[in-house]
């Protein structure tokens, strides 16, 4: 099993361009998590789904939005890129208790 | 509002003495706290809960109701201990977390 797995590992974006981020989670957990993790900062939770539903939602814009898919992979897309989008997008996946971290897709809107 | 404080954003220690990093959590209920760690080139894992109350790599840390916090100890650092620890706070059974913004803990042979 290669645990959580992240796709793109980096990615360059303009200001107002639209971005999707990838994410498979670890054999066996149906809810996927995102989180947003600035530089310096610590991650910030943006979103977790489960059953293909939006479960709960940390204080981030509707430009952020989500999919989880039947096979509980699950997308990230952020439309109308800021400037201050440019963070470190991780996912995480959960079955019944603990969390487990992707490796992160690096994002930087220019 | 849920908030994790980690005042320290460096700690530098020699290798054999002990580390403290502290964790400061507001929160009215019932939480479960965290310890997640980075090393170097890897992705975030978790390093212990409190729920658990174990012992993971010489690690130890003990959630304070009454003082709000959860400092992570060890009384004997390891130069393989250098990371970044972040200190989280979970407040929901989905398991959504809050984090502090980190310590980075080198330690120096």
């Known amino acids: 099993d290669a645990g959580v797995t992240q796709s793109p590992t980096h990615l360059i974006k303009t200001r107002g361009q639209q971005v999707t981020l990838r994410c498979s989670p670890k054999?066996?957990?149906?809810?996927v998590s995102w989180y947003q993790q600035a530089l310096g900062q610590g991650p910030q939770f943006i979103f977790q789904?489960?059953?293909?539903?939006?479960?709960q939602r940390g204080n981030f814009p509707d430009r952020f939005s989500g999919h989880q898919f039947p096979n509980y992979s699950s997308e990230l897309n952020v439309n109308a890129l800021l400037l201050g989008d440019s963070a470190l997008y991780l996912c995480?996946?959960?079955?019944?208790?603990?969390?487990?971290f992707g490796p992160g897709t690096r994002l930087l809107v220019l | 509002a849920q908030r994790v404080t980690q005042p320290e954003k460096l700690l530098s220690v020699f290798k054999g003495a002990p580390v403290e990093l502290k964790c400061n959590y507001s929160?009215?209920?019932?939480?479960?706290l965290f310890w997640y760690v980075q090393y170097s080139r890897q992705r975030l894992q978790l390093l212990l809960r409190?729920?658990s109350r174990e012992s993971i790599k010489g690690f130890t840390a003990d959630l304070n109701k009454g003082e709000t916090s959860f400092h992570l100890k060890k009384p004997f650092a390891q130069e393989e201990d250098s990371a970044m620890y972040y200190c989280?706070?979970?407040?929901?059974?989905?398991?959504?977390?809050?984090f502090g913004a980190g310590t980075q803990v080198v330690v120096t042979p």
């Open positions: 789904y489960y059953e293909e539903e939006e479960r």
């Open positions: 409190h729920i």
């Open positions: 989280a706070l979970s407040t929901d059974s989905w398991g959504k977390l809050q």
């Open positions: 995480a996946s959960s079955g019944s208790e603990t969390q487990y």
């Open positions: 929160y009215s209920g019932s939480p479960e």
């Open positions: 054999s066996g957990h149906d809810t």
